[in-house]
């Protein structure tokens, strides 16, 4: 499940660590997370996003998102491995060219 922390903390609610930026979660780790009073809040909170339409076998798609939202997860996310796995099944220019922005960033380049 992809799990996008907005938020300028770490969240760790039930042994489950979310970073700011783009997280990919078991099933099991997003149940435990998710049942934490306080997730319930950061949810309703926008701090805590999990984009509709998520499972395990497309956790890594930004496919259910608009380009926006997108564009936005994209820019908050710090893992190469992450933002390389969001290129693989995505073919809208604009977050294509958002996620190559975003490597170049955290590259150097």
Known sequence: ???????NY???AND????PGANTLTEDEF???VQHPIVEWLIDNGEI???EGQAEDNATSLKE??????IKLVKDTFSIEFLE???VDED?????AAIDAQIAEIQGK
């Open 92 to 96: 809208r220019k604009t977050v294509l």
């Open 16 to 19: 489950v660590k979310v970073i």
């Open 10 to 12: 770490t969240r760790i």
């Open 49 to 51: 996003i999990i984009p």
């Open 31 to 33: 149940a435990a997370f």
């Open 85 to 87: 796995q969001f290129k």
């Open 1 to 7: 499940m992809l799990v996008h922390n907005r938020g």
């Open 65 to 70: 998102l608009n380009a926006d939202d997108a």
